[in-house]
T-cell receptor, first 116, second 115 residues
């Protein structure tokens, strides 16, 4: 099976712009989660989607949003970029279960976003 | 609240040495999962192991072994006879079983294995 794929792998944007990152989960996986990784804050949970519904979200401002499509692919959007948004954004997929249960998550290679 | 502490920021060993990476966690939940992931320079987090809070049996997989002790809230990872390819950042993570896949990660331990 192909792993989790993320596009693009690298992005350079300027402050104030917006950006959309894409994630394709492992075939058959229905849950997609997003994490932000920075040297200062480490790995932080952004949100999780299952069957096109956001089930959980972390403590990030409303500038960070996401969605999931019927084929389980997911996108996350960051509007009005700030310098502090420079990070590695990791997407993870898991088989997904109804209810609240947690699964093992399998991560993609990430998108490295640089905000100038 | 849930929290994972990896007190070792960076460890350097010489090839063939054994090394243990420490992980201490905090949670009020009675049912949870613990994980270890490896992050090579390429950036992708590679899944290594998942442990259920009800299963305290130690696990061995080749040169890797894990010691889970609920009494001390620890889930330590040992690499036996380390190799250069083991060089990476290792993360310990915690999630309540009813947490919609929200993982809490430790800050990671960077392992340098020198030839």
């Amino acid at each position: 099976k192909a792993g989790v794929t993320q596009t693009p792998r690298y992005l350079i944007k300027t402050r104030g712009q917006q950006v959309t990152l894409s994630c394709s989960p492992i075939s058959g996986h229905r849950s997609v989660s997003w994490y932000q990784q920075t040297p200062g804050q480490g790995l932080q949970f952004l949100f999780e989607y299952f069957s096109e519904t956001q089930r959980n979200k972390g403590n990030f401002p409303g500038r960070f949003s996401g969605r999931q499509f019927s084929n389980s692919r997911s996108e996350m959007n960051v509007s009005t970029l700030e310098l502090g948004d420079s990070a590695l954004y990791l997407c993870a997929s898991s088989p997904g279960q109804s209810g609240a249960k947690t699964d093992t998550q399998y991560f993609g290679p990430g998108t490295r976003l640089t905000v100038l | 609240a849930q929290k994972v502490t990896q007190a070792q920021t960076e460890i350097s060993v010489v090839e063939k040495e054994d090394v243990t990476l420490d992980c201490v966690y905090e949670t009020r939940d009675t049912t949870y999962y613990l994980f270890w992931y490896k992050q090579p320079p390429s950036g992708e987090l590679v899944f290594l192991i998942r442990r259920n809070s009800f299963d305290e049996q130690n696990e061995i997989s080749g040169r890797y072994s894990w010691n889970f002790q609920k009494s001390t809230s620890s889930f330590n990872f040992t690499i036996t006879a380390s190799q250069v390819v083991d060089s990476a950042v290792y993360f310990c993570a915690l999630s309540s079983i009813y947490n919609f896949n929200k993982f809490y990660f430790g800050s990671g331990t960077k392992l340098n294995v020198k030839p």
